[in-house]
């Protein structure tokens, strides 16, 4: 499967699962990010780091490491 890290710009993702334990799965979980969530990809910064992402309606900025361990569907 594929993980939000690797989704191309201007696509639109299912989260499929969460990675991840304890604090880490809680912070992501927290910002909205949860099985079944439709994520759209804005943009990535221009050194990769971080990803600008829409959730729920409202924009999010996610580091590389958080976005590898959300993996979706597309």
Do not use: N
């Amino acid at each position: 499967m594929a993980t939000l890290r690797e989704t191309q710009i201007g696509k639109t993702v299912r989260v499929v699962k969460l990675h991840g334990e304890g604090a880490i799965r809680r912070r992501i979980m927290d910002m909205g990010i949860t099985k079944g969530t439709e994520i759209f990809v804005r943009k990535v910064a221009p050194l990769g780091d971080p990803i600008e992402v829409q959730v729920r309606g409202y924009e999010l900025s996610l580091r590389k490491a958080d976005a590898q361990l959300i993996e979706v569907a597309g």
